[in-house]
Nanobody, 114 residues
Framework: VQLVESGGGLVQPGGSLRLSCAAS????????MSWYRQAPGKERELVAA????????DYGDSVKGRFTISTDNAKNMVYLQMNSLNPEDTAVYSC????????WGQGTQVTVSS
């Protein structure tokens, strides 16, 4: 299993970013694909999850209504569309694949600042 994130960067408050995760060695039909984030000095938290090849999703309370997780099953890609970003969203965002074991990508930094 290999997960490679991209799309992070610096964005102003109120702006948007789309993160991408290129997944190899996984089937979206049998893995739960998730985005997690960890800010300095804070615990890692679940941002969003998607399973059953995109048929089901779940979100952390702090991002509901602002973030959207999706998959492109043909390309084996997982996306996280992030809108209305605020400084509290600043963190390293990591792609995760889970079945019986957790697999992690290297993470991508998202910084929300003016």
């Amino acid at each position: 299993v290999q997960l490679v994130e991209s799309g992070g960067g610096l964005v102003q408050p109120g702006g948007s970013l789309r993160l991408s995760c290129a997944a190899s060695g996984v089937s979206f039909k049998s893995y739960v694909m998730s985005w997690y984030r960890q800010a300095p000095g804070k615990e890692r938290e679940l941002v969003a999850a998607i399973w059953s090849a995109g048929g089901n999703t779940d979100y952390g309370d702090s991002v509901k209504g602002r973030f959207t997780i999706s998959t492109d099953n043909a390309k084996n890609m997982v996306y996280l569309q992030m809108n209305s970003l605020n400084p509290e969203d600043t963190a390293v965002y990591s792609c995760n694949a889970r079945r019986s074991t957790h697999y992690w990508g290297q993470g991508t930094q998202v910084t929300v600042s003016s």
